[in-house]
């Protein structure tokens, strides 16, 4: 049986997992603030043989922080709680592996709130019309949460596709089909990174040969050039230069006769304009060998000097996600 | 790492198309890409009520090259309007405002059409440009909303030209084994290179766009590079373009 284990004081939730020949739980953490599935395969294990130890890892995206190695599946939780504070942090992460049954591979994989769900079939049988005769044919198909796909998923999918194909070995099975199918399942911001870790521990776990792992990072610039990697969707949101508030309050003080002291106006109740919001958003994927830059895509504005800094933040937080993506796979094949 | 670098002639015309608000016709090499713009009236959207519409749309037809099948528009269109529409969205090239005539009720709908007539590489270059030249042609009449009718005037003797506040100039390379470096490639060198890379740059030297569609790695020193390249590259295209809106003015 399972059972939550809740500390308040420190602000630590442990979850102890143990069999359970019953289909998965969720619980929900509110101080981490992921929602954690658990699915116990105990079946499957048991006619592999393997280890009956459910294959959830939750990762701190910290980067103080050090993971946890014992068998006790642990969800840190940052030192101060509340929201992550200015600087370079990634939010949590947590990634689950071969939890669909019919797909050769499968991977959930969490930020934060964002969470994606990926699907490799592959390598299979191919349309001869989209047959390569030296490699494999590689297709992403991406899935919003709501909506029919439209032309920004197109855009995304090619994205994907093109990061996978550099890194997947298709001339090891030509004439074959790999398909990754990917499914949004929340997006609270950082989305196309979130995607491209799932595709990428969906792929491994799949089996199919690659040159590296790939990892997706997102950084968010704000008027002052502050970066925040990893933000939100609040954080994602371009900045409204026509709210801003203190134009508002100047603008009304210059004409107020009882002048500022006795000003009554206030900021308008659930105001968001103090929020840093960005101005350019950029999504990069790196690879794992030499943090090379695979994929770059942008929005906004900024200069060639940003650029430099965000992509050498972004190479410091994809050691993170690897040592993750390894810790991770350790844990899952390691027969203790 | 060594450069090969191609400086293809770029020819435009502007003003092509007598039905159109606004048209330019540019040649990148063999790459041809006319570019259409129609504009029309339109109720803004709710949550932007004094914002007007930039519609861009990449139509890649069989005429240009034998990758295209008719039908729907395939991948590479679709990529290539998300990419028109990115560039547009990120450089500010006009403000939406401008394009408001009544708040909440009526604004200009601009809808930009790209058709590529010959594909020989480097489509995003070349939209890019002939977007760029088409919005500087645009000419827009003088609307007013008679108050007792509450219908749109429009007044075809008095046009004015878009207020166009930067100039988005887009470098594409292509990239062979993390080695060599070519800029503006033909479809060739497209089709054999390992990865491809766009930067769209403005004249103050920032960054609107860096499109990277996968393909093999760069290390920050060769994006440092390309960067360069494409500053230089943005000045080349300005001299072009303002030379050839000098010689059409005085109309």
């Given at each position: 049986m399972a059972f939550l284990d809740f500390r308040g004081g420190s602000g630590r939730v442990q979850i102890v997992s143990k069999r359970r020949a019953t289909c998965g739980r969720h619980s929900w953490s509110p101080r981490v603030g992921a929602c954690v599935q658990r699915t116990h395969l105990v079946r499957k294990r048991a006619l592999l043989g393997g280890s009956n130890k459910p294959r959830l890892h939750v990762g701190s995206g910290a980067m103080e922080g050090a993971m946890q190695t014992e068998s006790k599946i642990r969800a840190d939780s940052r030192t101060e709680p509340g929201p992550r504070g200015p600087g370079c942090s990634l939010r949590h992460f947590a990634c689950e592996q071969?939890?669909?049954?019919?797909?050769d591979g499968s991977a959930s994989f969490l930020q934060g709130d964002t969470s994606v769900l990926a699907g490799v079939y592959g390598p299979a049988e191919v349309k001869i019309s989209k047959e390569i005769f030296n490699k494999a044919t590689l297709e992403v198909i991406l899935r919003p949460k709501t909506g029919l796909p439209g032309v920004a998923e197109k855009s995304r999918e090619r994205l994907i596709r093109n990061t996978c194909e550099a890194v997947v070995l298709g001339a090891l099975h030509p004439r074959t089909s790999i398909t990754v199918v990917l499914q949004v399942v929340s997006d609270a911001g950082s989305l196309l990174a979130c995607c491209l870790n799932a595709a990428c521990m969906a792929l491994v776990d799949a089996g199919v040969p690659m040159r590296a792992l790939f990892c997706g990072v997102t950084c968010a610039l704000d008027s002052d050039g502050t970066l925040m990697l990893d933000p939100t969707a609040k954080q994602e949101k371009p900045q409204r230069a026509e709210h801003c508030w203190e134009a508002l309050r100047d603008d009304h003080h210059r004409g107020c006769p009882s002048g500022v002291e006795y000003?009554?106006?206030?900021?308008?109740?659930?105001?968001?304009?103090w929020d840093h919001e960005a101005r350019a958003v950029l999504t990069f994927a790196l690879d794992s060998v030499e943090r090379k830059l695979l994929m770059s895509t942008t929005k906004g504005l900024y200069s060639d000097a940003e650029l430099q800094q965000c992509l050498a933040a972004a190479q410091t937080a994809s050691t993170h996600v690897f040592r993750f993506y390894r810790e991770s796979l350790q844990r899952r094949y390691s027969k203790s | 790492m060594s450069w090969c670098i191609k400086n293809l002639p770029a020819m435009q015309e502007t003003g092509s198309i007598g039905t159109a608000d606004g048209s330019s016709l540019v040649k990148l090499g063999n790459t041809t890409v006319i570019c259409g713009i129609k504009a029309e009236f339109g109720a803004p959207p709710t949550d932007a009520p004094d914002k007007g519409y930039v519609v861009p749309n990449v139509d890649l037809s069989p005429l240009c090259s034998w990758r295209f099948r008719s039908g729907p528009p395939g991948e590479e269109a679709q990529v290539a309007s998300q990419f028109i529409a990115d560039v547009i969205e990120n450089s500010q090239i006009i403000q939406k405002e401008d394009l408001c005539i009544s708040s909440g009720k009526l604004a200009w709908v601009l809808y930009c059409d790209l058709i590529c007539?010959?594909?020989?590489?480097?489509i995003l270059d070349a939209c890019t440009f002939a977007l760029l030249a088409a919005l500087k042609n645009v000419q827009l009449p003088e609307v007013t909303i008679n108050?007792?009718?509450a219908l749109a005037e429009v007044n075809l003797k008095k046009k004015s030209y878009l207020n166009i506040r930067t100039h988005p100039v887009a470098t594409s390379f292509a990239v062979f084994d993390d080695t060599l470096l070519i800029v503006d490639p033909t479809e060739e060198e497209e089709h054999l290179a390992t990865g491809t890379l766009t930067v769209v740059m403005d004249e103050e030297g920032k960054l609107c766009c860096l499109h990277k569609p996968g393909g093999s790695g760069l290390t920050g020193a060769k994006l440092q590079d390309c960067m360069s390249r494409a500053v230089t590259r943005h000045k080349e295209v300005k001299k072009l373009m303002d030379e050839v809106f000098k010689s059409m003015k005085p109309k």
């Open positions: 071969n939890l669909l049954s019919r797909p000003c009554a106006l206030e900021a308008p109740v659930g105001a968001t304009w | 007539l010959n594909h020989d590489g480097n108050e007792e009718t």
